[in-house]
T-cell receptor, first 113, second 114 residues
Framework: DQQVKQNSPSLSVQEGRISILNCDYT??????FLWYKKYPAEGPTFLISISSIKDKNEDGRFTVFLNKSAKHLSLHIVPSQPGDSAVYFC????????????FGKGTKLSVIP | NAGVTQTPKFQVLKTGQSMTLQCAQD?????MSWYRQDPGMGLRLIHYSVGAGITDQGEVPNGYNVSRSTTEDFPLRLLSAAPSQTSVYFC?????????????FGDGTRLSIL
């Protein structure tokens, strides 16, 4: 049973526009969420995280929103740039004190110049 | 600033052969882990370790062994390779201090089993 779901395998966005990547989770024990970005032939790179005590975390062009009641989080990239083209993974540890990560299947973002 | 280093980057094996994927980190991280990534499957946890001498199984441990004799190294062993183990393998590490910390990943080992 997939506990972290990214239901959109791919997303195409025009350069300069907003990219919104979505992630749903089923386990209400999850209290910390991370987004990773992955380029081909490289390892995933940490992008941004959010704790369940917050509903928003911002870092430059990247903002993550958390809706605990809906068990949903989203990553907003504004403005999108061609260099943002990558696969984005949502991940969460299974609970407080745990360090293993459960990953979604990823969303491939293509930013079109 | 090496971070997490994985070797080799590519490997082709025949069914039944054994090999060890190497992983080393220079950040003095307590936590280390191995994942495999298959098309359309995301990353799945194979084994992990919270310190030297301590290892545990993840989601997909069958066919793999690990050991952690030092803080820096966390090798992954395939004792008898099978075609189902064809995948990209990533090693990751993180600190266990100060609450949840992001994991740092190596660039992966691409393994093909014929």
């Amino acid at each position: 049973d997939q506990q972290v779901k990214q239901n959109s395998p791919s997303l195409s966005v025009q350069e300069g526009r907003i990219s919104i990547l979505n992630c749903d989770y089923t386990n209400s024990m999850f209290d910390y969420f991370l987004w990773y970005k992955k380029y081909p032939a490289e390892g995933p790179t940490f992008l941004i995280s959010i704790s369940s005590i917050k509903d928003k975390n911002e870092d430059g062009r990247f903002t993550v929103f958390l809706n605990k009641s809906a068990k949903h989080l989203s990553l907003h990239i504004v403005p999108s740039q061609p260099g943002d083209s990558a696969v984005y993974f949502c991940a969460a540890p299974p609970g407080a004190g745990s360090y293993q990560l459960t990953f979604g299947k990823g969303t491939k973002l293509s930013v079109i110049p | 600033n090496a971070g997490v280093t994985q070797t080799p980057k590519f490997q082709v094996l025949k069914t039944g052969q054994s090999m060890t994927l190497q992983c080393a980190q220079d950040m003095n991280h307590e936590y280390m882990s191995w994942y495999r990534q298959d098309p359309g499957m995301g990353l799945r946890l194979i084994h992990y370790s919270v310190g030297a001498g301590i290892t545990d199984q993840g989601e997909v441990p069958n066919g793999y062994n690990v050991s952690r004799s030092t803080t820096e190294d966390f090798p992954l062993r395939l004792l008898s390779a099978a075609p189902s183990q064809t995948s990209v393998y990533f090693c990751a590490s993180s600190s266990l201090k100060g609450g949840p910390q992001p994991q740092h990943f190596g660039d992966g080992t691409r393994l093909s089993i014929l």
